[in-house]
């Protein structure tokens, strides 16, 4: 899949490359990290190559980035639009840093978010991005309202963690038409 040179202020988000696959990996793999995705397995680099090839690379309803810093293109992250439905112009909203122990931070994640957000909506042609996180992950909780979603609904006690742990599933959505310039 062929992704543009995105360009904002703090980040450029690019094609995610081989050599961004191992940085990428191991930051998924963070225990402290893996509690906020649905993958709840360690990543081998087997699946992390599969995942390249066929979903990075071949699957058309997922338009992933590299996050780099806009000064010295350090890697920083990724994001993306995953489940992308053409028929109902949709797509789930999907980010995370790994340098310097980020995950979500208020420069990088807001400026990659906003880049991205742009991309699905003016390029992609979306009338809706959402995203699905679970209630403990209070850097998101602050991330997307701060990027214009609005807290659409919640599913109690829809996912188990490691521990056992039932916890609930956020819902967030943004319309095209809620968009402000």
């Given amino acids: ?7 904002g202020p703090d980040v450029v988000l690019r094609a995610i490359k081989p050599d961004d696959l191992e940085p990428l990996r191991l930051w998924r793999n963070r225990p402290e990290y893996r509690q906020y995705f649905r ?3 360690d990543i081998t ?7 390249y090839e066929k979903t990075v690379l071949e699957d058309e309803r997922v338009h992933m980035f590299a996050i780099t810093a806009a000064k010295g293109e350090r890697l920083l992250g990724a994001c ?3 489940y992308i439905d053409r028929r109902n112009e949709s797509a789930d909203f ?6 310097d122990d980020l995950y979500i931070d208020e420069i990088y994640a807001h ?12 390029t992609l042609g979306l009338h809706r991005i959402w995203a699905e996180i679970y209630d403990i992950d209070s850097a998101k909780q602050k991330l997307l ?9 919640r599913h109690r006690e829809a996912h ?4 056992e742990r039932f916890v609930d599933c956020l819902f967030y959505g943004l319309l095209a038409s809620e968009v402000v310039p």
């Fill in 1 to 7: 899949m062929n992704v543009p040179v995105l360009t």
């Fill in 39 to 41: 993958e709840y397995r």
């Fill in 45 to 51: 680099p087997a699946m992390q190559q599969n995942w």
């Fill in 80 to 82: 993306g639009l995953c």
């Fill in 94 to 99: 999907s980010i995370y840093l790994g340098a």
């Fill in 111 to 122: 400026d990659a978010g906003k880049l991205l957000l742009k991309y699905g909506f003016e």
């Fill in 145 to 153: 309202p701060g990027l214009g979603f609005a807290l659409d609904g």
């Fill in 160 to 163: 188990k963690m490691e521990d």
